[in-house]
């Protein structure tokens, strides 16, 4: 996996053993901790680098939290990478994306690192910005793209794409959602699938979604 810091690379070439020691050892420390009571020394310490290392590579701790979170959306929400959905079979193509946003917004560290933003978010704009682009925002590309392959190719009707993504990932964020957010336990991998299942015939009905000859 590649891991992108948040500026462009110049002077030295960036190490990619460090910057993947790094990420994974901020990583680990924010879902322990959270992100206030972990300074850059002791990331910097634990990851076997300088501070200065730490911040040639991502700049702030802000950015370093945002890369953090990619790395955790490339691991649970890889459409991009290697995994390609066919446009021609629409529901089958929403059951990936349905299972895989689930499994990502279900993880314990997720859960901790919205937590930790939605309480400092009028003290750490830059966080929670680092957050946004690199999470919702790169998921919801992700979607909005996939409709735009099924509009292009017909097997999707009467929709714009980057509103249908919004609408099908906001369908997954309902009561179990707001349960797990609390601490008050998740839902179980049935009620998931069933879940997702819902969700896909709204979209269904919504823009005639239907699956075309190869």
Not at 22 to 40: D, N, W, Y
Not at 47 to 56: L, M, N, R
Request: net charge neutral; charged share 25%.
């Amino acid at each position: 996996m590649t891991l992108k810091t948040s500026t462009p690379s110049r002077g030295r070439p960036r190490d990619p053993k460090k910057l993947e020691s790094i990420v994974q050892t901020a990583k680990q420390l924010f879902s322990e901790h959270g992100f206030e009571r972990i300074s850059v020394d002791e990331i910097a310490r634990q990851a076997g680098v300088t501070k200065a290392t730490v911040y040639s590579y991502f700049g702030s701790k802000e950015a370093l939290f945002g890369a953090t979170v990619l790395h955790k959306v490339r691991e649970e929400f890889a459409l991009g990478e290697g995994q390609t959905l066919d446009p021609r079979s629409p529901e089958e193509g929403l059951q990936v994306i349905g299972k895989q946003f689930l499994s990502l917004i279900r993880r314990d560290d997720v859960l901790g690192a919205h937590r930790t933003l939605f309480s400092c978010a009028g003290v750490h704009p830059d966080l929670c910005e680092a957050f946004f682009r690199s999470a919702p925002f790169m998921v919801h590309a992700e979607v909005t793209r996939f409709f735009e392959a099924c509009i292009e190719i017909g097997s999707m009707k009467n929709a714009i794409a980057a509103d249908a993504a919004d609408q099908f990932l906001s369908l997954h964020l309902g009561i179990g959602h707001i349960k797990a957010m609390l601490g008050l336990g998740k839902p179980d991998p049935a009620e998931d699938d069933r879940l997702v299942q819902r969700n896909i015939n709204l979209i269904k009905q919504a823009y005639d979604l239907k699956s075309l000859p190869a």
